[in-house]
T-cell receptor
Framework: DAGVIQSPRHEVTEMGQEVTLRCKPI?????LFWYRQTMMRGLELLIY????????DSGMPEDRFSAKMPNASFSTLKIQPSEPRDSAVYFC??????????????FGNGTRLTVT | GENVEQHPSTLSVQEGDSAVIKCTYS??????FPWYKQELGKGPQLIID?????GEKKDQRIAVTLNKTAKHFSLHITETQPEDSAVYFC???????????FGTGTRLQVTL
């Protein structure tokens, strides 16, 4: 089991540029989550998918953020245009169900985004 | 759940001592309370959990207690070791919202 795979591990970009973060969930998991972690706000849920369908995107901060899950093995989180306040660690997680009992979240190692 | 408060934000203990982290939730419909451990440079990992119909659960040196009346739950680590140093997150889950809400995290430092 390779676990949840995120790429890139680190991303440094200039303000205004487009940023795309990638995630490969664990095979067989049908729920996928994108979280953002900052010192000020801790772990914030941005959006989650169930069976490739977005279920709750109420955590997406602005229209500059978008997420897609074209198939069961791949998801992207895009920021366009990026701003310095978007700097954070972005985590992808997957589970067999939506974090319910007997269905723990498995997190990737995150993408550390720095927007200058 | 709606809101989860976690205390303390930082905790330093000597090796061999116990550590306690406390969380309070507000949603009375919350029925599942996991704890995650995040090591440096990694994502959080589930270490123990408890359901609302149980008051206490133990797994070797870690234990979790739940007080539904007071709406709080705690993580207890006994005989702490340097490898216990990490950030710990509590969370709660409600079936109605179908998602976990995380606390703000506690940075535990175990010193020699």
């Amino acid at each position: 089991d390779a676990g949840v795979i995120q790429s890139p591990r680190h991303e440094v970009t200039e303000m205004g540029q487009e940023v795309t973060l990638r995630c490969k969930p664990i095979s067989g998991h049908n729920s996928l989550f994108w979280y953002r972690q900052t010192m000020m706000r801790g772990l914030e849920l941005l959006i989650y998918f169930n069976n490739n369908v977005p279920i709750d995107d109420s955590g997406m901060p602005e229209d500059r953020f978008s997420a897609k899950m074209p198939n069961a093995s791949f998801s992207t989180l895009k920021i366009q245009p990026s701003e310095p306040r978007d700097s954070a660690v972005y985590f992808c997680a997957s589970s067999t169900r939506t974090g319910a009992p007997d269905s723990p979240l498995h997190f990737g190692n995150g993408t550390r985004l720095t927007v200058t | 759940g709606e809101n989860v408060e976690q205390h303390p934000s930082t905790l330093s203990v000597q090796e061999g001592d116990s550590a306690v982290i406390k969380c309070t939730y507000s949603d009375s419909a919350s029925n599942y309370f996991p704890w995650y451990k995040q090591e440096l440079g990694k994502g959080p990992q589930l270490i123990i959990d408890i359901r609302s119909n149980v008051g206490e659960k133990k797994d070797q040196r870690i234990a979790v207690t739940l007080n539904k009346t007071a709406k709080h739950f705690s993580l207890h680590i006994t005989e702490t070791q340097p490898e216990d140093s990490a950030v710990y997150f509590c969370a709660d889950y409600t079936g109605t919202a179908s998602k976990l809400t995380f606390g703000t995290g506690t940075r535990l430092q175990v010193t020699l």
